[in-house]
């Protein structure tokens, strides 16, 4: 089945541990994203890559780190969890050399930070 | 500092009438401008969108505008229906660099049958 996937769908995390948010695409997309969404806020980029082997910061990145070792996969990891952290996470990805830009969006992981 | 604005946060529509969702940006490199639909507890997912070489953009029941001049646009639904209620996510790039979507807070579309 085309398109991406994020696992788990849900986590309850205790403060101050480690977690790895998982998204792979199979659409051979080149660019890749995280985002969180909170009630009033909207979207907001977390981390990004443009392309396999490098990654960038978006507009909220303090606590969170990325890797992109291939195309396909892009984890999202949370060193030491904090409250503020919780919240609806995903994962998109897009075709650049398309030149519009359109990412598709992952069903998401909501993660509760105790 | 918001780049992307959704002013209303909510709207309602009676079924069949129109819904106008509006969208401000103030980054004038904005060159691509997309609309988002999200149901609960799914992911976004790509509904329509426009270059900012036109200022209309046409496909079914969904109709975007673009201002270039007021930096405004909007999604208007005719005629509404109840299968249209969900959160409405505005985004803008400048294609040029791979920018990535910025996106708006949303406004949450409800049609009342």
């Known amino acids: 089945i085309a398109g991406i996937t994020q696992a788990p769908t849900s986590q309850i995390l205790a403060a101050g541990r480690r977690m790895t948010l998982r998204c792979t695409q199979d659409?051979?997309?080149?660019?890749m994203y995280w985002y969180r969404q909170d009630l009033g806020l909207g979207l907001r980029l977390i981390h990004y890559s443009n392309t396999a082997g490098t990654t960038g910061k978006g507009e909220v990145p303090d606590g969170y780190s990325v890797s992109r070792a291939n195309t396909d996969d892009f984890p999202l990891t949370l060193a030491s969890a904090v409250p503020s952290q919780t919240s609806v996470y995903f994962c998109?990805?897009?075709?650049?050399?398309?030149?519009?830009?359109?990412?598709?969006f992952g069903p998401g992981t909501r993660l509760t930070v105790l | 500092d918001q780049q992307v604005k959704q002013n209303s946060p909510s709207l309602s529509v009676q079924e069949g009438r129109i819904s106008i969702l509006n969208c401000d940006y103030t980054?004038?490199?904005?060159?691509?401008f997309l609309w988002y639909k999200k149901y609960p507890a799914e992911g976004p997912t790509f509904l329509i969108s426009i270059s900012s070489i036109k200022d209309k953009n046409e496909d079914g029941r969904f109709t975007v505008f673009l201002n270039k001049s007021a930096k405004h646009l909007s999604l208007h639904i005719v005629p509404s229906q109840p299968g249209d209620s969900a959160v409405y996510f505005c985004a803008a790039t400048a294609r040029v660099g791979n920018t990535p979507l910025v996106f708006g807070k949303g406004t949450r579309l409800s049609v009342i049958a």
């Open positions: 980054n004038s490199m904005f060159d691509y």
């Open positions: 659409m051979r997309h080149n660019a």
């Open positions: 998109a990805s897009s075709d650049v050399s398309s030149g519009n830009n359109e990412q598709f």
